[in-house]
């Protein structure tokens, strides 16, 4: 299913503010390039993402395969399910699925184990492998791209896991690579550096980040991380304060640090999830908009909102897992709906 959204009328537009300022003919207006966000009108509906054994639904964590190994295929997209199948009971849900990114997809199972329950984030490494987090099993599980569980990181003194509720992995132009994860039980930023699919490290980089302590359903904490390799930034979103920041030097600082915000009120009402625009800006979304409205949002990396789409006129709170591929001519963003249990499509 395709929705198309009208764009302006730039050309218009410039010989309107010519006419009007008295340029000659030889002389042209400077008119500013739109936000990445204003130049997208395409909707695209892929797939469902609901697991076509369990029923497991809602989906909320997002990535991209980076490899094609075992069950799935580069460019891949990879979706956790945080609702179960029979109920839909919030924080439940414990399925892995993939799907192609091609409009009218059906998703394949990855997997499906309780140690995945309430699986909320997720993000993959170069070989493949699936990070996920979640919330109530409280770990970290690798899963590999056969389908397997690699290895299961609990909480305890070397792991500080505290409902886990974003994961982002990096590479910094160094070449460090690390797994960022977000806590929700007490408002943290943990960073794992990996190497050869080995967790070589473990720092807690960030605290004193807001939540609202709540339960499945209603949580709102540190999450949404997204990773720029140039500047070796990570940003985290917090949908209790409303807020988009940064932490500078996120591959190496000794933290914690208090993350520098970016961003903070309205139009972000209950920001859950974000992913990094080619050009370096982010798009992040709501999920506490009035009936009618779910916003992505595109946010400048130095700081301030650009502008704002909505891509579900549905219930609120339909944004979940986001992420970005193409150039700044033509990006496309993937993000998960949870009114339709879908990856939909927004681009060019």
Known sequence: MKKVWKSGCFAAF???LCAASGCSNNSTPKVHAQPLLARLHTLTTIGSTVDPVTGDQNPYGLAIAPVTSGLVTAGDLIVCDFNDGPTNTQGQGESIVGLHPAAGSAPYRILHDPSLLGCDALSTYSDGSIWTANFN???IVV????GSIAQTLTAGSAYALSNPWGAFFGTSSGGVTSFFESNAGDGTVLRLVVAGGTVTSSTTIATGLSRNNGVPGGILAPSGLTYNPAN????VIDGNDNSVSAIASASTVAGPVVPKVLASGAPLNGPLSA?????GNLIVGNTLDPNGTNLLIEVSAS???L???NVDTGAAGALFGIVVTGTTAAPRIYFNDDNTNTVDLLST
Do not use: E, F, R
Request: net charge negative; glycine share 8%.
């Open 232 to 235: 070796d930034t990570l940003y």
């Open 143 to 146: 899963v590999s791209t056969s």
């Open 307 to 309: 502008t704002t789409k």
């Open 137 to 139: 099993a409280n770990n």
């Open 303 to 305: 700081g301030g909102i």
């Open 275 to 279: 992913a990094l625009l080619p050009d």
């Open 14 to 16: 410039a010989l309107a």
